[in-house]
């Protein structure tokens, strides 16, 4: 349980950072909050033995919307598994939406890229809990997996949260993507452009720009 394995993370041909914690290194690359959008990015890839690199930009639209674009370049083709973990089961709908009902809420996803995810969930762990632990475990693990090798990939993902729906628009262009975001209850609509080195975030009074 305290293998990546276990982390909402993504794992390289099934593997996942190197086993020495000393080396699993990790730096914020970008941080800017207001009242109506935060960013957050980071990179991780010298963490992986099998990266060169893993970029993961994380933007918030207020109050429900996340917007997860990760950029992925392995040394070698390889394939991909973006995880996921709850306490209790997924509801699938697919081929690329789920969800997860709790009592005090609820939250959407969806895969908007890459398509033909195998997507797959367990209560089962991997390695399991020795039996001595006597660690009474409860919760679903959800993998969407990539089933072509190649060097590089990009995942685009969108929550939203207690079942409030955004309107949404997205495009891949070349190498980039656009997407447009209307949160509910709100005038404002807020346009996401992603590519590999660059992202920006514009909408009301944000126009913001980060380069990696």
Request: glycine share 6%.
């Amino acid at each position: 349980m305290w293998r990546a394995q276990s982390q909402n993370v993504i794992l390289v041909n099934g593997e996942s950072f190197t086993s020495n914690r000393n080396a699993a290194v990790g730096r914020i690359t970008h941080f800017r909050t207001s009242d109506a959008v935060d960013v957050v990015a980071g990179e991780a890839g010298d963490a992986y033995p099998a990266l060169n690199r893993w970029a993961r930009r994380i933007v918030f639209i207020k109050p429900n919307i996340f917007l997860i674009h990760d950029v992925l370049e392995a040394k070698e083709p390889a394939t991909f598994q973006f995880l996921l973990h709850a306490p209790g089961m997924f509801a699938l709908s697919p081929p690329d939406c789920g969800s997860f009902k709790a009592p005090h809420g609820q939250v959407d996803f969806q895969f908007l890229h890459p398509v033909g995810l195998r997507i797959t969930q367990t209560d089962e762990y991997e390695p399991p809990p020795a039996s001595w632990s006597n660690l009474d475990l409860s919760e679903w693990h959800l993998k969407a997996s990539t089933t072509a090798k190649i060097q590089r990939q990009h995942f685009l993902t969108m929550f939203q949260v207690n079942g409030r729906k955004a309107m949404t628009d997205w495009a891949r262009i070349e190498n980039s993507f656009q997407i447009s975001l209307k949160p509910e209850d709100s005038d404002t609509t807020y346009r996401v452009k992603l590519d590999d080195q660059r992202f920006e975030v514009s909408g009301g009074s944000i126009d913001w720009h980060f380069t990696d």
